[in-house]
C-alpha cells in the first residue's frame, strides 16, 4: 500500500544488498576485498584501490550524532502530517567518516516526531532499530 | 607555462527580464528576452552571436533559442550541469570558447520558473529512489533546505556560529536590495526581530535564511577583449575563472566524505588564485551564492577571505554590507532579496560593479568575486575592470 512516503528501490543496483539486510535486521557496510576500505553510500568501485571486488560487512549499529535537523512544512504531505519532525546524520562507531542519515526515535516502533528536538545533541549515542514502511525497511536510530 | 584565459575575453552585454512570482511567458520566451536584451546592451546583432552556453537544468534548448532570436551559425555551444553550481560555469566556458577562436561572441543565460516541474525536483512523488537520494530522502530530509540545514547545524556546532550571524548575512542582503528598484524585496526592510521571529523551515534555518523564489531571466554576452575596447559598454573583464568537484564529494548530501564542511569552494577557489593576479585580500567586493545564508561563511572560507571557522565572524560588524563594510557582498540583494535565478543574478551584479553602475556601487573596485554554489559541483569567475 502507497504510504506516500519517498523510498528507496530496493532493487538499486548499488543499494540492494544493503535494504536486503535492513530487511534481516543487519546493518551492512561495503568493504573492498582487495584494500579493506569500507565505503558508504555503495557503489561499485573502492576509491583507495580501484578493485570492483567487495563484500557485506555488518557492523554494531552503534553511532554517535554528527548533526540533525527539524523540518518544518512546507513539505509533501505524507511528511507535512508528522512534522516537526527531526532528520538526524549519525556517524557510525566502526569509522566516525561514514555516516547514515536517519531519524531518532522513542522506541523501536516510535515515530520520528515523538522525541522534543530540544533535548537533541550533536555528539549522542545512538543505536539502530528497523522500521518497515511499505517493503522497506528503513534503519532509524534510539538513544543508546 | 600554461596560458590561461586571463583577461582574453570580457562581458560586454546584460539582460534581464523583470523578476516576479508567476510570470505569464514560458522559460523558453524568458530566455530569449533577456539574450536578445543582452545582445542590444552590447549594441550587436543577433548574428553576430555564435556562441551558446547554458544551464543543463535550462527548458528551453539551444537550437530553440537560436531560431526565436535570428542567431546565425552557432559553432560553439555547452551545457553544465548541478544547477546553481553551474552559473560561473557558463560564462567560463564561453570564456574559453572565445579565448580558443571556437566561437567570437557567446551568450550565456538561466531562465526559471518557480512552479516549473524541472526546478523543484524534491516534490515529485511517486517514483522509487535511485542513487545517491535514497540514503536521504526516505528520512524527510526532503528540499535543498534541508540538506543544507544539516550542515549549517554541524558548522554552528563546531565553529560557534549563531543564528546572529546567520541574521547578519541575510540583514546585509536585504538592506542591498532596498536599494535596488529592481530587487523582488526593494520596498520590504527586514530588522533582526523578525529575522529571530521568523518560522521554521529546517531547524535551525528559518524563513529569512532562504533564497526567494523567482520567475526570471538574465543572460551575458562575451566575446574577445579586444572586440570589447570598440562596442558600447565598458567592459568587466574575466580575469580568471575556475570549477570544482572535491573530492568524495556527493551533491548536496555531501555528508559521505572526510570533511563535510570543506566544501567545493576551497577546491574552486585553488585554481581560482593560482590564475589571478589578485588575492583574496585585494577584492573589495563579491557576489556570493546564497541560496540560504550559512552557505556565505563557508564561501568566505573557502575563498580565503578568512580562516577555517571564522567565517560567521567574519559577517560581524557590518563587514558584508555597502558601503562600509570590509567586503560588500551580494550588493543587488543576491538571491535572498533580489532574486533566486539559480545565481546567474551575481553574475550581472558583478559586471556592473565592474561598470561602476551598481545600485550599491564600491567606488574604484579593480575586480569583484562571482561565485555559483556551495554544496553542489561550482564554479567561480573573478572579473576586472
Known sequence: MA??????????????????????????????????????????????????????????????????????????????????????????????????VGNLVASPQGAINEID???????????????????????RWMRA | MVQTIKDRTAIVGLGQTAFAKGLEDSELSLACQAISAAIDDAGLRPQDVDGLAMFSMENGREVEVARNVGLGDVTFFSQIGYGGGAGCATVGHAAMAVATGQCEVAVAWRARKRAAKASRPWAQVGQRLEGATQW??????????????MLARRYMHEFGATRDHLA??????????????????????????????ARWISEPLCLFDNCLETDGALAVVITSAERARDLKQKPAYIHAFA?????????????????????????????????????????????????????????????????????????????LEWPGGRLPTNTSGGGMSEAYVHGFNLVLEGARQMRGTSVCQVEGAECCLVTSGEGVPTSALLLRR
Not at chain 1, 533535548?119 to 511499505?134: A, K, L, N, S, W
Open chain 2, 243 to 319: 570549477q570544482s568537484i572535491p573530492r568524495q564529494h556527493q551533491v548536496m548530501t555531501n555528508y559521505f566524505c572526510d570533511d563535510p564542511l570543506l566544501g567545493p569552494s576551497w577546491t574552486c577557489a585553488r585554481l581560482l588564485w593560482e590564475h589571478s593576479d589578485f588575492q583574496p585580500a585585494d577584492v573589495p567586493v563579491a557576489q556570493l551564492y546564497d541560496a540560504f545564508s550559512p552557505l556565505i561563511p563557508l564561501s568566505l572560507e573557502g575563498y580565503g577571505f578568512c580562516g577555517r571557522g571564522e567565517g560567521a565572524a567574519f559577517t560581524e560588524g557590518g563587514s
Open chain 2, 136 to 149: 536521504s530522502r526516505p528520512f524527510g530530509l526532503l528540499r535543498p533546505v534541508d540538506e543544507i540545514a
Open chain 1, 3 to 100: 504510504t506516500g512516503f519517498v523510498l528507496p528501490d530496493p532493487e538499486d543496483p548499488d543499494g540492494q544488498p544493503f535494504w536486503q539486510g535492513t530487511a534481516r535486521g543487519e546493518l551492512l557496510v561495503q568493504k573492498c576485498t582487495e584494500c579493506g576500505r569500507r565505503r558508504l553510500p555503495p557503489r561499485p568501485m573502492c576509491f583507495v584501490c580501484r578493485s570492483l571486488r567487495h563484500e557485506w560487512e555488518p557492523l554494531s549499529g552503534r553511532g554517535t550524532i554528527w548533526s540533525y535537523v527539524v523540518a518544518h512544512p512546507p513539505l509533501l504531505p505524507a511528511y507535512a502530517e508528522l512534522a516537526p519532525y527531526n532528520v538526524i546524520t549519525v556517524a557510525l562507531e566502526e569509522d566516525p567518516t561514514l555516516r547514515l
Open chain 1, 117 to 139: 528536538p530540544s533535548t537533541i545533541r550533536i555528539g549522542e549515542p545512538v543505536r539502530v532499530v528497523y522500521q518497515q514502511v511499505e517493503d522497506v525497511f528503513l534503519p
Open chain 2, 168 to 197: 547578519n548575512v541575510a540583514l546585509a542582503f536585504r538592506k542591498h536590495a532596498n536599494r535596488n528598484p529592481r530587487a523582488t524585496m526593494y520596498e520590504k526592510k527586514l530588522t533582526r526581530e523578525q529575522y529571530m521571529q
